[in-house]
């Protein structure tokens, strides 16, 4: 049962993420600011520093399913998010070999992973032509209030999802040895 | 080692080529979503369904504070306006008699004013704001189909980008660019000809929408009504756009755009109508390359 928990939780990240923009105040919807959530993204961190190990990778896996359904759903181009998501996610995991698992790496990858992430997004829509936003002001409008305001979340979700991924964790990597 | 290397850098290889294919595979004109897109949308639409209850209580809760406190100021100003209306009633049901029985006399009876409405309630707003994009929960088995116009109660609020079987998403004015244009005119008061235009496209920095005139030398005021002309195909005539903001003339000097201010919030978005045209198409393929494509 314990191995449907985390797809399922996935999946209501991506859902909570649509109605995400009506919580923001509205002085700041109205301006220049874009605020992306990358709910999804916060959590696949913590899923990959909690919940896999060096060897596995469920981490990377769900990041390319869930990723792909977020293009689907709330984009218009396929294969941005997954790309992105996958390969960052994989980045992340890479780094978590060398360093120690405690809050400050977790926090310290959440901001460069939703940094990168968002810059990925960012490069790979200029080229497509989605956007025609220019370096410097997507920098300041886009790039800084999104790393924040994920940063945000990743800090008031932290202390109820880290146990439960390492129980989860090692609930579904016992049975399995 | 070097293997393990080698087998990195092609599966990242891989993975780029699969999402070039897939970016090229979702950026060519596509009529209709594939019915595993359309299995998505409508479970994640579901799910959305179930989760905007309670989100949309909480958020409208503290806004119905606010109104609470203003609402004997406004109740001073609707109560005298309520007189005004009134006689306009009464003035339009007239005309809209008149209308019906000239009409019956030369045997007209469709309209391209006339539409059929679809209630339906947006369930979630795209995160991705490079996207301007809605999700409402009615869909194929509703009636809706892609590009019907969608309006509120104030104006129009954008058009049907894509619908699956139980929910759509609809692409908002401000995502809107030169492929997706819209055949409007300018209700002009001192003119006697309405002045006709095309919604060519969104100003992100003003928020304003760029309405090119077809002529040069009109003068048009602030504050005049834009509204579609129904001439597009798609959209009936008579939705309201906004009102005229500035007009100035265009990069080249050849022609005037005039800015327009959308009626509708497009940042609050709640209770939409789906507006689908009652009157046949005369060529329903030739309408949509016109409104869709180019």
């Not at chain 1, 990925?120 to 409008?141: A, E, P, Q, R, S």
């Not at chain 2, 088995?141 to 759509?168: H, L, P, R, W, Y």
Request: proline fraction near 3%; hydrophobic fraction near 45%; charged fraction near 20%.
């Amino acid at each position: 049962m314990h191995r449907f928990y985390l797809p399922f939780f996935l999946l209501l990240t991506i859902v909570i993420e649509g109605v995400a923009y009506d919580f923001l105040p509205r002085s700041l919807v109205a301006g220049n600011w874009m605020i992306i959530p990358h709910w999804l993204f916060v959590f696949l961190i913590m899923i990959t520093i909690f919940f896999d190990f060096e060897d596995t990778y469920y981490s990377v896996l769900y990041a390319i399913i869930f990723g792909l359904i977020v293009d689907i759903v709330y984009t218009n181009v396929i294969g941005v998010y997954m790309f992105i998501y996958a390969i960052v996610i994989y980045f992340i995991h890479g780094i978590r070999k060398v360093l120690h698992t405690n809050v400050f790496v977790a926090l310290l990858s959440c901001i460069i992973g939703v940094g990168l992430a968002d810059l990925g997004i960012y490069i790979i829509y200029y080229f497509i032509g989605i956007n025609d936003v220019l370096w410097n002001n997507y920098i300041i409008y886009r790039l800084a209030p999104t790393v924040i305001a994920n940063v945000l979340f990743f800090l008031v979700i932290y202390p109820f999802i880290k146990r439960k991924l390492i129980r989860w964790s090692s609930q579904q990597f016992d049975i399995k040895k | 080692m070097s293997f393990f290397r080698r087998k990195r850098l092609f599966t990242i290889l891989i993975g780029f080529i699969i999402l070039v294919g897939l970016i090229g595979f979702s950026l060519r004109d596509r009529d209709d979503l594939s019915t595993f897109e359309q299995f998505l949308h409508d479970t994640v639409g579901w799910l959305q369904s179930i989760v905007h209850v309670p989100v949309e209580f909480t958020t409208s809760f503290f806004s119905n504070i606010d109104d609470i406190r203003n609402t004997y100021d406004e109740n001073q100003i609707l109560k005298s306006r309520l007189n005004e209306y009134k006689n306009l009633i009464y003035e339009v049901q007239e005309l809209r008699q008149d209308n019906e029985d000239l009409r019956n006399i030369l045997e007209k009876t469709e309209s391209i004013t006339d539409f059929r409405p679809i209630q339906s309630t947006v369930i979630a707003r795209g995160p991705e704001q490079w996207f301007q994009q809605v999700k409402i929960n009615r869909g194929k088995q509703d009636g809706v189909e892609a590009n019907m116009a969608v309006i509120t109660g104030k104006g129009m609020i954008g058009k049907v980008q894509s619908a699956s079987q139980f929910s759509s998403t609809v692409l908002l004015l401000s995502g809107f660019d030169r492929t997706n244009r819209i055949s409007a005119y300018v209700n002009s008061e001192e003119l006697e000809d309405d002045v006709p235009g095309f919604i060519v496209g969104y100003d992100e920095e003003s928020e304003l929408l760029e309405l090119e005139l077809n002529e040069y030398d009109t003068k048009l005021k602030e504050g005049e009504l834009v509204v579609s002309s129904g001439l597009g195909g798609v959209f009936p005539k008579g939705l309201e756009i906004g009102t005229i903001k500035e007009v100035s003339p265009d990069r080249y000097g050849l022609t005037q755009i005039a800015y327009v201010q959308p009626s509708a919030d497009l940042n609050r978005l709640n209770h939409v109508i789906v507006v689908d045209r009652s009157i046949a198409q005369p060529d329903e393929i030739d309408g949509q390359s016109q409104e869709g494509g180019e």
